[in-house]
């Protein structure tokens, strides 16, 4: 089954209908807009209630029958056929949706299946062109069959709103909140229509308050009061149809709907033109680039983009696409998380930004409190707050090179470099890019200076079916040639590896290397990596053995840093140099961990994290040290401080985001929300004990051995929630200039499927796919259903 996303058809006017609450009139307000649309426009109309309760005589879907096809079907000829009414669920109680589905014998769909049934039949209805109404039931937050508020529910769909505001006491409350509620969750709420009530008089707030926020609110004449008979009560409302279905202010209103989806679909097919004129893209040659190849992004939803698909004919404008760079890696908690947009509303209603230098605000108290306690690390005590990864690596950068020297009483213009990863790669500013051997990235910059030394390392794959520790052509007479291993789990059991001869041989080969530095005079004030995988480097997954060495040989050889080096008497100090770990891509469960130094058994002086830190929603970086870190900055002299921040410093709606975030996947890992996918990657002594190898991904075990024996693949691994697969390049060495993974891409994006597709990112030769820690493991099989037939 394809994902439920959004839909938008050129001919097909679609729009829901919401209720500030229950008894406020959408079923009537549904069957005037339905009647003027058919009766007094001439088009063809669809009705769809998705879910009712009740008896079926008194269901909404009835009402618009007797009251709106029936009576036109005696002026109209083929009403049958441009007038329809449909209810897709109808439970016999009388009450909430969720508690009439459970306490019925009939089916309950879930959220996804709901909305795929109202995309079927929107979709056999636009050819037809017209208009569609999606009738919702009871307020904005009533629940669904699945008990998911309906604000929620319906959001993939991005269905433009329509709400009927209630016109009795208490009512301007209860429309603007859900009107709030709608807004917040990225609906456009097109017109507002209610009752006049010559009591309470709620239409002259509510008018103004709209007018404000540029939405058209418009009032229809006050129902009739009930009846003694039956019959008397429905002859009531047929003249009540007839009348003010006819009526200026439907018309209006109509028009006005009509203009607005027209406008939309302008709008976003003109997109891609008018942002080729205007944007300077990032990573991208803008001479290689056409409007064709801009991806106009409608909306977001869970792990599908809503993305423009230009068509001419009765197929929706909209396309589900995959986010497989999970959006640059930011992406973890799902597109339009609702418990995510609360946190950022409430922190912007309370603080808005407030400036963050010698002042302190509960989210940012908080946050530095939850992550500290998050990363388990004895040595970390402090939070410093930036922007992104970039700024928030350059902090981590000047914060290691000043205690470097200052322990070892180095000048301030002593010229000091880093160690770290051939391959590496810590952020765009000018500072993290001299923190990283010449590459593509910088090799053209005007400013860049590498500063530092980069270690070539072996490298982990799968490899025609077999778990391999590569050794570069350069290496192989330090560590001889490739390892084959019997699982991931047994690369990653770094204590029994420990005791390997080829550990020995990386610390040797390490500790020779920094003495050959020594004698020719470099001089060194940090130790930088990410751990596990380098990300922009081409998602290269380090032997972490080698990582444990590099980190095992700094700490433990001071000497060969500075004449005179020495060994701090607190435990938690660091020797030799401060080690920095660039979480920023791989830390916060991206690799199926609280942090990727718990995969290594490290614990860095200095930590980086962000993307994840916030679920994909805000901007904000966290850079974590320790205290021996912190307190090399302290003087009585002002200029010896770290003078380093930014305007929105520790912004109070980016940490309340984050904590939500961390909280969120918190508790994703305790509940065992991740228990299926741990033990596909089970082996046999784990599966008797019912336990999980200590290392697991997503993407299954099947799906990542059946790919590394595909012809054109090199190799692939899998980790947490990232896939990696690189591809052969047949007319060069490959890396991020290679052409060799395009053809792949543009497969996944033109899909097998006029549903959905993948969006996806590549690194030269390396295409690579992000799940999200909240991704099924159907969207999941989805994927690897498309890439088997991509790569057969």
């Not at 006017?13 to 406020?24: I, P, S």
């Not at 006049?196 to 709209?210: G, I, R, V």
């Not at 497989?324 to 603080?351: I, K, V």
Request: charged fraction near 20%; charge should be negative.
């Amino acid at each position: 089954m394809a994902p439920a996303g959004a839909v938008l058809y050129r001919n097909l006017r679609t729009f829901q209908v919401w209720g500030a609450n229950t008894e406020v009139g959408k079923t009537v307000i549904s069957t005037v807009l339905c009647n003027a649309a058919r009766a007094k426009l001439k088009d063809r109309v669809q009705y769809i209630k998705p879910v009712s309760t009740g008896n079926i005589e008194d269901a909404d879907s009835s009402h618009i029958r007797k009251f709106g096809i029936d009576r036109l079907a005696k002026h109209l000829d083929n009403t049958d056929e441009a007038f329809k009414s449909l209810c897709l669920h109808q439970y016999e109680l009388p009450i909430s949706p969720d508690r009439a589905a459970a306490v019925s014998n009939l089916h309950i769909p879930n959220d996804e299946a709901l909305l795929s049934e109202i995309r079927q039949v929107l979709s056999e209805r636009a050819e037809l062109g017209g208009w569609a109404f999606i009738e919702t039931a009871g307020g904005v937050h009533s629940p669904g069959p699945s008990g998911t508020s309906q604000a929620d529910l319906y959001r993939p769909l991005r269905v433009p709103a329509v709400l009927i505001a209630d016109s009795k006491l208490g009512g301007i409350s209860q429309t603007i909140a859900a009107y709030e509620s709608l807004k917040i969750r990225g609906y456009d709420v097109e017109s507002v229509l209610l009752f006049e009530d010559d009591y309470y008089q709620n239409d002259h707030q509510l008018k103004t308050y709209f007018k404000q926020h540029g939405t058209p609110c418009k009032t229809l004449p006050k129902l009739h009061a009930p009846q003694s008979s039956k019959e008397a009560d429905e002859e009531l409302m047929l003249r009540y149809y007839e009348k003010h279905s006819q009526s200026p202010i439907i018309e209006e209103v109509l028009s006005h709907m009509k203009q607005r989806h027209d406008d939309r679909v302008k709008n976003l097919e003109s997109m891609p033109s008018r942002a080729h004129n205007k944007i300077w893209y990032p990573f991208t040659q803008s001479t290689l680039l056409s409007p064709e190849k801009i991806t106009a992004i409608d909306s977001a939803s869970g792990d599908y983009f809503q993305t423009l698909e230009k068509k001419q004919g009765a197929e929706s404008l909209i396309k589900s696409s995959f986010d497989g760079s999970g959006s640059w890696w930011t992406q973890g908690l799902g597109h339009g998380n609702p418990q995510l947009m609360l946190a950022a509303a409430y922190a912007a209603g309370r603080y808005g930004h407030v400036m963050f230098a010698e002042a302190v605000h509960e989210p940012a108290l908080k946050l530095a409190e939850t992550l500290l306690d998050y990363l388990s690390n004895p040595r970390l005590s402090r939070v410093f707050y930036s922007d992104n990864g970039s700024t928030g690596i350059e902090v981590a950068v000047k914060m290691a090179l000043r205690a470097a020297r200052i322990r070892y009483g180095w000048g301030p213009n002593d010229n000091l470099g880093v160690l770290g990863l051939s391959g590496s790669y810590h952020g765009d500013t000018m500072g993290a890019m001299d923190c990283s051997e010449p590459s593509t990235y910088n090799e053209k910059i005007e400013w860049y200076e590498g500063k530092g030394f980069w270690f070539s390392y072996p490298t982990v794959s799968c490899v025609d079916g077999r778990w391999t520790v590569a050794v570069p052509p350069a290496l192989q007479d330090q560590f001889g040639s490739d390892k084959p291993f019997r699982s991931l789990a047994d690369i990653m059991d770094l204590e029994s590896r420990e005791a390997s001869r080829e550990y020995e041989q990386y610390r040797v080969f390490i500790t020779q290397t920094l003495k050959q530095l020594r004698v020719e005079g470099r001089r060194f004030g940090a130790l930088i990596i990410e751990p596990i995988v380098l990300g922009a480097g081409g998602m290269i997954f380090v032997d972490p053995l080698f990582q444990r060495a590099l980190v095992s040989v700094v700490r433990s050889s001071p000497e060969l840093f500075a004449d005179d080096a020495h060994f701090p008497n607190s435990a938690n100090a660091w020797t030799g140099l401060p080690v920095i770990f660039d979480e920023v891509f791989t830390g916060l469960y991206r690799l199926g961990r609280s942090s990727a130094a718990s995969l290594l058994q490290v614990h860095p002086d200095i930590s980086v994290h962000a993307k994840l830190l916030t679920g994909g929603l805000l901007p904000l970086c966290a850079t974590a040290a320790s205290e021996d870190i912190f307190k090399a900055f302290e003087s009585d002299d002002k200029s010896d401080a770290l003078l380093h921040g930014h305007s929105y410093t520790a912004h109070a709606v980016g940490c309340s985001v984050a904590i939500e975030s961390l909280e969120e996947m918190r508790t994703l890992d305790t509940t065992g929300a991740w228990d299926e996918f741990k033990s596909r990657w089970a082996g046999p002594a784990q599966e008797s004990e019912q336990e999980a190898e200590p290392v697991w991904s997503v993407w299954s075990k099947d799906f990542v051995e059946w790919t590394s024996n595909r012809e054109r693949v090199e190799g692939v691994w899998a980790l947490g929630s990232v896939l990696s697969i690189t591809l052969k390049d047949l007319q060069g060495a490959g890396g991020y200039k290679s052409t060799a993974a395009k053809d792949v891409q543009a497969a996944l994006f033109k899909g097998d499927s006029a549903d959905w597709n993948i969006h996806s990112r590549i690194l030269g030769n390396v295409i690579y796919f992000m799940a999200g820690q909240t991704t099924s493991t159907a969207t999941v099989q989805r994927v690897q259903d498309v890439l088997r037939k991509v790569l057969v």
